[in-house]
């Protein structure tokens, strides 16, 4: 397995950037302490986004959606069908890619569960089914060159496994490198319409949990998997290079959006590892954090940055780690810690 790994550390300040189901910060116990948690599924969508936004548009089209029934209309429609082939073709497809939904409203979705599908694909399977194929067939032959985020993040279809994809990239659940404990927010609204007559009180008043944080987070990419046909072996060289450029940008710089309005937490990485291995397995640092920092003088994310150094330069010397390559931020500016990565692709 040919990896490029990265190893990134990073502060956020008041925020809640990925919430529970009663709107609280996540959390995790690690080290027999309370850490701050961002999930694995939380950073995939911000970094996901962020590439098609700002990366490689045209190479990020994957679309997850339980809403299946109009783009595969309209994908045939432009066949030559009439309106009753085409409800019935699009039916066709949908319930072999998922579940179809017993509708209440108009508004309710088709399908039971979302399907991870890129334009060119839905193009692909509704000119198949439109001449008469199976649509089974039909989903099992279309390329999905539009989508290396399906490549890269996967994607699962219960109804016919043969079409799963196996994501190219590897994720780790983002804990704090030291103990944390959520906060409470005690906010309230001016009503502007009161009269100086009118009760002094609050329009309106409430209470949001937050958290501050230095979080360790990991990311890799398989190359040997995205090099497959299954994947994005069919894109030249320099074009995998690219898609691989969009996305470790993109993890770099990426922030989920939760709460950016009233707890804007935009914030670069403090400190980022690199690290090209031509074989072996994914490694991530997070046990040089299994004893929680203690904020010194200078604060969280520089002891946090002093312990991963020790921590990474302790298991290559233990474990004879033998890296291709590694990078450090911000020793090199960030083009030219991916330019480094990416000469290896």
Same mark, same amino acid.
């Given at each position: 397995?040919?990896?490029?790994?990265?190893?990134?550390?990073?502060?956020?300040?008041?925020?809640?950037?990925?919430?529970?189901?009663?709107?609280?910060?996540?959390?995790?116990?690690?080290?027999?302490?309370?850490?701050?948690?961002?999930?694995?599924?939380? $950073?995939?969508?911000?970094?996901?986004? @962020?590439?098609?936004? @700002?990366?490689?548009?045209?190479?990020?089209?994957? %679309?997850?959606?339980?809403?299946?029934?109009?783009?595969?209309?309209?994908? $045939?429609?432009?066949?030559?069908?009439?309106?009753?082939?085409?409800?019935?073709?699009?039916?066709? %497809?949908?319930? #072999?890619?998922?579940?179809?939904? &017993?509708?209440?409203?108009?508004?309710?979705?088709? &399908?039971?569960?979302?399907?991870?599908?890129?334009?060119?694909?839905?193009?692909?399977? *509704?000119?198949?089914?439109?001449? !008469?194929?199976?649509?089974?067939?039909?989903?099992?032959?279309?390329?999905?060159?539009?989508?290396?985020?399906?490549?890269?993040?996967?994607?699962?279809?219960?109804?016919?496994?043969?079409?799963?994809?196996?994501?190219?990239?590897? +994720?780790?659940?983002? $804990?704090?490198?030291?103990?944390?404990?959520?906060?409470?927010?005690? +906010?309230? *609204? &001016?009503?502007?319409?009161? #009269?100086?007559?009118?009760?002094?009180?609050?329009?309106?008043?409430?209470?949001?949990?937050?958290?501050?944080?230095?979080?360790?987070?990991?990311?890799?990419? =398989?190359?040997?998997?995205? /090099?497959?046909?299954?994947?994005?072996?069919?894109?030249?060289?320099? /074009?995998?290079?690219?898609?691989?450029?969009?996305?470790?940008?993109?993890?770099?710089?990426?922030?989920?959006?939760?709460?950016?309005?009233?707890?804007?937490?935009?914030?670069?990485? @403090?400190?980022?590892?690199?690290?090209?291995?031509?074989?072996?397995?994914?490694?991530?640092?997070? =046990?040089?954090?299994?004893?929680?920092?203690?904020?010194?003088?200078? !604060? $969280?994310?520089?002891?946090?940055? /002093?312990?991963?150094?020790?921590?990474?330069?302790?298991?290559?010397?233990?474990?004879?780690?033998?890296?291709?390559?590694?990078?450090?931020?911000? /020793?090199?500016?960030?083009?030219?810690?991916?330019?480094?990565?990416?000469? @290896?692709?």
């Amino acid at each position: 397995m040919k990896l490029i790994e990265l190893h990134i550390l990073q502060s956020f300040p008041v925020s809640c950037l990925n919430r529970d189901d009663v709107g609280s910060p996540k959390t995790a116990l690690f080290g027999g302490v309370n850490r701050a948690r961002l999930s694995s599924q939380c $950073l995939k969508r911000a970094a996901r986004v @962020h590439a098609r936004e @700002h990366g490689e548009p045209e190479r990020f089209q994957g %679309i997850r959606s339980r809403f299946l029934l109009e783009a595969f209309s309209t994908a $045939l429609t432009g066949h030559g069908l009439t309106p009753d082939q085409v409800a019935e073709k699009a039916k066709s %497809i949908a319930e #072999t890619l998922s579940k179809l939904e &017993v509708k209440k409203k108009e508004t309710d979705s088709d &399908v039971t569960t979302a399907v991870f599908l890129s334009p060119s694909e839905i193009e692909q399977i *509704a000119a198949a089914v439109a001449g !008469g194929d199976d649509p089974k067939k039909a989903a099992k032959k279309a390329t999905r060159l539009d989508a290396a985020d399906i490549a890269l993040f996967g994607r699962m279809i219960a109804n016919d496994p043969t079409l799963n994809v196996e994501g190219a990239a590897l +994720f780790s659940h983002a $804990l704090s490198t030291h103990q944390t404990a959520n906060e409470v927010d005690f +906010f309230s *609204a &001016v009503d502007d319409r009161k #009269t100086d007559a009118a009760d002094a009180g609050a329009g309106m008043i409430g209470t949001l949990e937050f958290s501050s944080a230095t979080y360790y987070r990991y990311c890799a990419v =398989n190359l040997s998997l995205l /090099e497959k046909e299954s994947h994005l072996g069919l894109l030249a060289k320099e /074009e995998r290079r690219q898609v691989v450029e969009a996305f470790l940008r993109a993890i770099l710089l990426a922030v989920p959006g939760a709460r950016q309005n009233s707890m804007n937490a935009a914030t670069l990485p @403090h400190t980022a590892l690199g690290v090209v291995k031509e074989k072996g397995q994914p490694l991530q640092l997070i =046990n040089a954090f299994e004893k929680p920092v203690s904020a010194k003088q200078g !604060g $969280l994310a520089d002891a946090s940055a /002093e312990r991963m150094k020790a921590h990474y330069g302790e298991l290559n010397e233990t474990w004879g780690l033998t890296p291709t390559a590694e990078v450090w931020l911000p /020793e090199t500016n960030v083009d030219g810690f991916l330019k480094t990565l990416l000469s @290896h692709v």
